[in-house]
């Protein structure tokens, strides 16, 4: 942090510094590696306390550790930075497979198609907006060039009775909303769930009722333009 002409750092865990600001993490000594406020961390020049005194109005050295940590710019190097871009690029494709579907065929993406596909169309990561923004973006911009439709999936879900209320339990929190239920001689569900639940469900079905429960996608419900959130 530059205050009064003069440059002051902190040596911080990184990971923490984000949960520090966002006010997950309370305990300011898993933060930093040492309270002392540096000119220069890497050579290990300790800042005067006459110089922290002018600059802060304080030479409360926590006092001024959380300053520096609440505005400071924090200094990440290169090959951090690349890392951060790779993951999060990564975590928008992910967002953008569990929440879209090929509207041709009815069924979701794979992680990897949708980052191909990125690639292809040169979406470079943001580093100031967060990566369900991106991915509303990305969306939008992949409409262009692939067949890609947001929307949840209906799905029609039939198990056999002795295996029903186990697996309801199990299903609900991949269900989104559950439009009606028939319980005869098995249960029938029909059930609107996002994309990336599709396969989880599949395979929990065919496991756990040894293949005698079935899956049908029965349409795809739009989600509107205009919902600019994901949840």
């Known amino acids: 942090m530059k205050k009064g002409g003069k440059r002051f750092e902190i040596a911080c865990y990184k990971n923490k510094v984000m949960s520090w600001r966002s006010g997950a993490e309370k305990d300011l000594d ?24 002018k600059a802060f109005g304080t030479d409360d050295l926590t006092e001024i550790c959380k300053q520096i940590l609440a505005k400071g710019e ?76 947001r929307a949840h999936m209906r799905l029609r879900l ?23 239920e028939d319980f005869d001689d098995q249960l029938e569900m029909v059930c609107l769930v996002d994309p990336g639940c599709f396969r989880e469900i599949d395979e929990l079905i065919r496991c756990e009722t040894k293949g005698k429960g079935s899956l049908e996608v029965l349409s795809l419900k739009d989600v509107e333009e205009g919902d600019e959130r994901l949840e």
């Open 30 to 53: 898993e933060v930093l590696q040492t309270s002392s406020v540096f000119n220069n961390v890497s050579k290990g020049q300790v800042a005067k306390k006459d110089d922290l005194s």
């Open 74 to 149: 924090l200094q990440v190097s290169d090959k951090e930075r690349q890392s951060q871009l790779e993951t999060s690029f990564r975590d928008i494709a992910t967002i953008v497979a569990e929440k879209c579907v090929n509207p041709e065929t009815k069924r979701p993406y794979t992680v990897n198609l949708i980052e191909r596909a990125m690639k292809d169309i040169h979406y470079s990561v943001k580093a100031n907006k967060s990566t369900k923004q991106q991915a509303l973006e990305v969306i939008r911009q992949l409409k262009e060039s692939i067949e890609i439709q």
């Open 158 to 180: 039939v198990l056999p009775a002795k295996d029903g209320k186990r697996l309801k339990e199990k299903l609900k929190p991949l269900l989104k909303v559950v439009e009606s």
